[in-house]
């Protein structure tokens, strides 16, 4: 079975600050790591995934296996990023698409 | 293209009565899964399909079932519902092959008195 803890219900963080999500996972294969967002009154939507190993929005996410976290991170919180994130996990040898998230990080990012 | 789609928005219930929730999927897209996301909690799979059959399935009682038409449309039932069956239902419209990202409808919020 798989798991993934977001252990911050809320992170306040001030503009300019940088900013870090917490997310651990139990899995015993191999996993494909996902973050998505949800903005206020919009619906939820894909932010990164650790495979394409890019940055959206100024945020990273590292993988790490040994520790087994993909927390994400960004170096200087703007205003927009005030939003609910999740982390969620696929086995990557599964076909299609079925995640398991995290309870969910609400960040708020004050001025 | 609307992205995808849920209808209704909103419905409210009595415990025991059934329920049917509506998706259409993104164009192009082949695969719906449903989530369903208690308040305060994270989405929680209950089941996908692909081809008009359940491919994949959460930890859910066969209260939950559903459907998916040749359009790729899909359709979520819950019979005997509780109170705990309270909560936002989400559906997600993907390609069956590989890992492309889902892409989410704005969910139906089911309240069941």
């Known amino acids: 079975a798989q798991r993934v803890t977001q252990p911050e219900k809320l992170l306040s963080v001030f503009k300019g600050a940088p900013v870090e999500l917490k997310c651990n996972y139990s899995y015993s294969g191999s996993p494909e790591l996902f973050w998505y967002v949800q903005y206020s009154r919009q619906r939820l939507q894909l932010l990164l995934r650790h495979i394409s190993r890019e940055s959206i929005k100024g945020f990273t996410a590292d993988l790490n296996k040994g520790e087994t976290s993909f927390h994400l991170k960004k170096p200087f919180a703007q205003e927009e990023d005030s939003a609910m994130y999740y982390c969620?996990?696929?086995?990557?040898?599964?076909?299609?698409?079925?995640?398991?998230f995290g309870g969910g990080t609400r960040v708020l990012v004050k001025p | 293209d609307a992205g995808v789609t849920q209808s209704p928005t909103h419905l409210i219930k009595t415990r025991g009565q059934q329920v049917t929730l509506r998706c259409s999927p993104k164009s192009g897209h082949d695969t719906v899964s449903w989530y369903q996301q208690a308040l305060g909690q994270g989405p929680q799979f209950i089941f996908q399909y692909y081809e008009e059959e359940e491919r994949q399935r959460g930890n859910f009682p066969d209260r939950f079932s559903g459907h998916q038409f040749p359009n790729y449309s899909s359709e979520l039932n819950v019979n005997a519902l509780l109170l705990g069956d309270s909560a936002l239902y989400l559906c997600a419209s993907s390609f069956m092959t590989g890992h492309e990202k889902l892409f989410f409808g704005s969910g139906t919020q089911l309240s069941v008195l």
């Open positions: 969620a996990l696929s086995p990557i040898k599964a076909a299609g698409n079925k995640l398991t």
